[in-house]
C-alpha cells in the first residue's frame, strides 16, 4: 500500500511505512474495481451540483478517509437522485430482450415463472437514464428503497428476516428470506451514494491521487469534497469525487467523471437527507389484496425460469482473471469459443442483436488475433473471435495490450 497523497499533493517518500491508522484508512480509497462485464454498473456520474462553500476546518485526505471509514450512522431517511450517461447506442429495445436473457426472466412481465418484482431484474433500471429513489434505513435488520415511477412506484424492503418487493403498477409481490442474523439483503446495483462509495473507495496503492477538494454543501449539509484520480495513463475514469458529511461521515453524493470530459457519465445524491430515526411503519408491508405473490424459492424452481443464460455466465465468471493493476485493471475470462451471438446462433432478437453490435464496435487486431472493441464513455469490452472478453474502465489501446499480454 502506498501512502495517500495529501490535500496539498505532497507524497511520502518511497519506502515510508504506513502507519496503523493509514492502514485502515487505506482500504476504504481505490480506483474503480473491474467485476467482469458488470463493471459497467460502477460507472455512474455527472458532475456534481454543490451549492455554497461551507467555512470548515481544514482537514487532510488521510483524516477524511479515516471519517468515511469510522462512520456508523445507523439511521437515516431521505430521497437521492441518479442519473446516469454511459453513452450508450438506442438499440431500439434489443437490450430488454436481452436483460431478459441473461435474468431468466421474460422481460419483467412476470410471465413463464418471472416476478416484475423481482429485485434482481428491477433495480437494473438505475444502469441507465435518471431515476429518483426513497430511501430509509433503521439499522442492520430494516431498510427501505422506493424506485419512483410514472404513476407508480417499486419498493424493496428489508423488515427482519423478511424480504419484499413490490411493483405497484403490476401489483406483484416477490418474497425472499434473508440469512439467519437479518443481515442487508444483497441489491445488484448500488442505489444510495454510500453504495457507489463503497464499491469505489476500499483500498489505494501507489497508481491513486485521493486530496480534499474543497467543501460544498449538498442537501442542505455542509460537506467535505474527497476527489479521487488515477495517476496512471490509459484509465477511462478521469476523477471521484465523493461529498462526505462534516459531522457524520456519511457519502451524500458521489461522482465520477470520464477521461474524456464533457457531461458527467453518473450523478448520485441525495437531495434530502435525515439522520432521525425512520418511523417503523416506514418498513411494514402485507401483500395488497389481489397481488400475485411470487415465493424465492417456488420462482427458483419454476422450469420456465430456468436461468439457463445467468447460469452460464456465472460458471464463466468463476474463471475470470484480472490483468493489470490499478486503474488499469482488466477482467478476463473465456466463453468456451463462442465469440459474438450470430443470426442463426439463438435466432429471433437474441440473433438480430448479434448482427447489430458487429456493426456498432471497432475491429482491432493484435499478437492475441482479431476482435471487435465495444465502448462506452467509461467501461469497454473486447470480445475476441475465439471468444475471450477483456473488459476494464481503459482505452481500447489498453485493452488489446491486455489481450496480447493474456496471449
Known sequence: MAPIDSDDNTTAGAGEELSTRRRKAARYVVPVAVMGVAAATIGLVPALAYSGDPDLP?????????????????????????????????????????????????????????????????????????????????????????????????????????????????????????????????????????????????AIDDTTSVKVGGTAQVAGRDAYRLVVEPKQKGSTVGAITVAVDAETGTPLKFTLTPASGGAAVVDAGFTKVSFAKPDASTFDFTPPKGAKVTEADEQAKAPEHGRGAEGDLAKELDGLKVIGEGWNSVAAFDTGGQGLPTGSAGGGDLGDLGGFLGSLGDQVKGDFGSGTVFKTRLVNALITEDGKVYAGAVTKDALVKAADAAK
Open 58 to 202: 481544514k482537514v487532510t485526505a488521510e483524516e477524511l478517509v479515516q471519517k468515511i471509514a469510522e462512520s456508523d450512522v445507523q439511521q437515516l431517511s431521505g430521497t437521492v437522485r441518479i442519473s446516469t450517461d454511459l453513452g450508450l447506442p438506442d438499440l431500439g429495445g434489443l437490450e430488454s430482450s436481452l436483460m431478459s436473457e441473461m435474468s431468466g426472466g421474460p422481460g419483467g412481465d412476470g410471465k413463464d415463472g418471472g416476478s416484475s418484482a423481482d429485485p434482481s431484474a428491477k433495480l437494473t433500471q438505475l444502469v441507465s437514464g435518471s431515476h429518483t429513489l426513497r430511501v430509509a434505513a433503521d439499522g442492520p435488520d430494516r431498510q427501505k428503497v422506493s424506485l419512483l415511477e410514472d404513476a407508480a412506484e417499486y419498493s424493496l424492503i428489508h423488515d427482519g428476516k423478511d424480504v419484499w418487493g413490490y411493483d405497484s403498477k403490476s401489483n406483484e409481490v416477490y418474497h425472499s428470506t434473508a440469512s439467519d442474523g437479518g443481515e442487508r439483503p444483497e441489491k445488484d446495483v448500488p442505489a444510495t451514494p454510500k453504495d457507489f462509495a463503497d464499491q469505489a473507495l476500499k
